[in-house]
């Protein structure tokens, strides 16, 4: 409602700033938020959505969580110390013996944008490759590591003025959230853009393979046992398929300022 918990929090206050959220290691919290003040985008882009997400945190002052980059650090761990396998097959006791062993963490790398850590190592970009990709819904689907991700997540959004993006966050771990957005786009026009944007960072995937991927990711999420993919019953819905960011941004303007009278800064 108007008047409600979204606004801009002022760093350091009571709201999550960027700092504290840099020095945030996956230490356990075992503590719920009961009602969280938090913006969520659940979604079933890629890139686009949380290129989305960061700028409404920016026009609000809150902070950006991208929750998929946990999971996929969680995977990029088993994959490089042979937990999971070529053919998908995991070793959970390990993995799970040596989860609680590792931190992983949100830390701006020199160029001043934000990445995920492991043991004090920036994984940049390692965590975006097929090889990830082709195995993370496996490790997602895992409630001993859904378990440890929620935790991380949920110390974030306990100072509430967090954005967050992931598949479960409107459903499972904020389900009081604020505000909820299911962004959505064919699977076809998500391919594509995934595909150039490999592209333009130099690495050269088929649009065949990253589409049976997607899809593949897709059944994956929306048929685990816990916490599946789907879209929260109070969650807008916003089908980005023909949509420039331009436009979308337009979208998410109108909405936040007549629900909330906030005026983006564009
Ligand atoms: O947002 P992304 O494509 O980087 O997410 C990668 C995978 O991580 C996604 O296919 C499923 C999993 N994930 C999840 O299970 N729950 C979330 N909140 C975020 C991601």
Redesign the pocket.
């Known amino acids: 409602a108007r008047g409600g918990l979204l606004r801009p929090i002022p760093s350091g206050v009571y709201g999550v700033n960027a700092q504290m959220l840099n020095d945030v290691e996956s230490a356990c919290y075992g503590e719920h938020a009961s009602n969280l003040g938090a913006m969520v985008a659940s ?1 079933l882009v ?1 890139e686009i ?2 290129s989305f997400a960061k700028q409404i945190a920016a026009a609000l002052g809150y902070v950006y969580v ?7 650090a969680v995977t990029y761990f088993a994959w490089t110390n042979g937990f999971i396998d070529s053919k998908n097959r995991v070793d959970k006791t390990w993995l799970k013996k040596n989860l609680y062993n590792i931190k992983i963490y949100f830390k701006t790398g020199d160029d001043g944008r934000s990445y995920v850590y492991l043991n004090g190592n920036n994984l940049g970009d390692s965590i ?1 490759t097929l090889e990830i ?1 082709k195995r ?2 496996v490790i ?2 895992l409630p001993f590591v ?1 378990e440890y ?1 929620d935790e991380i997540l949920r110390r974030y959004g306990i100072e509430k003025g967090v954005v967050m ?5 409107g459903t499972a ?1 904020f389900p009081h959230a604020e505000l909820k957005i299911f962004m959505t786009a064919t699977p076809q026009v998500r391919a594509m853009r995934r595909f150039k944007e490999l592209k333009e960072s130099g690495r050269e995937e088929s649009m065949e393979d990253i589409l049976t991927n997607l899809k593949e ?2 059944f ?2 929306e048929n ?1 046992e816990m ?1 599946p ?1 789907t879209k929260a019953k109070d969650a807008l819905l916003l089908d980005n398929s023909n949509l420039t960011i331009e436009q979308e941004l337009n979208w998410i303007g109108e909405l936040l300022e007549s629900r909330f009278g906030i005026v983006m800064k564009r």
């Open positions: 979604e890629s959505k949380s991208d929750t998929g980059a946990l999971y996929r975006r990709s993370v819904s997602a689907a859904r991700v993006d992931g598949r479960d966050i771990v990711r897709d994956l999420d685990r916490n993919l």
